[in-house]
């Protein structure tokens, strides 16, 4: 077998097409590769649910022969299978993804969460209120009330939480940043085939929104130290933007920064939020009480227990 490129045997049925490209991608070190090869099998065919399975006895069509086999073969050389497809869902949306961005992980999807549970206490009926509809009852004198709520997701990659937060909670003015320009244009055509309100700042962490009052900042930033990236899956390493991976020597830079461009804030956020690697909750947890700003630190584990998530939230 050329294990650099993947053959389709003629005259086979979908079901042996999907057997053959299984057992391709096994021997080439893909990781789940009966579960890559039904997501790609999918995306050729253009069949999900109750009609992929259906169509497995029948033949493999000709004409989606060619596509199939370069899926296959990028996804044995590592690709992720997300850029392959183009998309991948985060909170029950579709986004589009591109090599220029990270892949949204379901963890993140707490840190979204979690927001929107502290935003509801600190004003309460902030969240999930449709646009030009009456304030909640006892939300008369909130600062929902007074103010539309401002909120920044920081190196917003594919739009993932900025969108999210958007369609979630439309009544908040979101912002979004980032520094590549590239995975800005991904964000931008997610929040407009998503038709969420985000407006959109090329910089560096907080630096685009200088002056700007944000009652809410959120991040998943780089995090992960610059010495263990080679060590990470082929997936990852060789295929993710570095760019947003690499959080300098300890994984904690872009942290430290974001701390120090606080005071290019018009006020410091009442409730910011990060993602952080495995082992940076107790070190991010201090770099908030250091900053004195919040009252309330709060630290979220992720599905697996392990805590990914720090909250400071100001009462």
Request: overall charge negative; charged content about 20%.
């Amino acid at each position: 077998m050329n294990r650099d490129r993947f053959n389709l045997a003629p005259n086979q049925s979908i079901r042996e097409a999907f057997v053959e490209a299984s057992s391709f991608l096994t021997d080439c070190g893909v990781l789940e590769p009966q579960r890559n090869a039904q997501l790609l099998l999918e995306h050729v065919l253009g069949l999900m649910g109750t009609a992929y399975y259906m169509a497995l006895p029948e033949p493999f069509p000709a004409a989606k022969a060619a596509a199939w086999v370069d899926a296959v073969t990028r996804k044995a050389a590592g690709e992720p299978a997300q850029y392959i497809i183009g998309e991948q869902e985060f909170y029950g949306l579709l986004f589009n993804v591109t090599s220029a961005v990270l892949i949204p992980r379901p963890e993140t999807e707490l840190l979204v969460e979690a927001i929107q549970q502290q935003a509801a206490r600190i004003w309460p009926g902030s969240t999930a209120v449709p646009a030009g509809a009456p304030a909640p009852l006892g939300a008369q004198h909130s600062a929902v009330a007074e103010q539309q709520l401002v909120a920044a997701d920081i190196g917003t990659g594919s739009g993932a939480i900025a969108v999210t937060l958007a369609v979630q909670a439309p009544r908040w003015h979101v912002h979004a940043s980032d520094i590549s320009p590239a995975a800005l244009r991904v964000a931008e055509r997610n929040a407009a085939r998503l038709a969420a309100a985000v407006t959109f700042h090329e910089g560096d962490l907080l630096a685009p929104f200088a002056g700007m009052r944000l009652d809410i900042v959120v991040s998943n930033p780089p995090y992960i130290p610059a010495a263990d990236i080679a060590g990470l899956q082929r997936e990852v390493r060789d295929f993710e933007p570095r760019m947003a991976l690499d959080g300098g020597a300890d994984g904690l830079l872009p942290y430290r920064i974001m701390m120090e461009q606080l005071t290019l804030l018009a006020a410091p956020p009442r409730l910011i939020g990060f993602e952080l690697g495995m082992g940076q909750a107790g070190d991010v947890a201090q770099l908030l009480r250091e900053a004195g700003h919040w009252n309330e630190i709060v630290i979220v584990p992720d599905f697996a227990g392990i805590e990914r998530h720090v909250l400071g939230v100001r009462i």
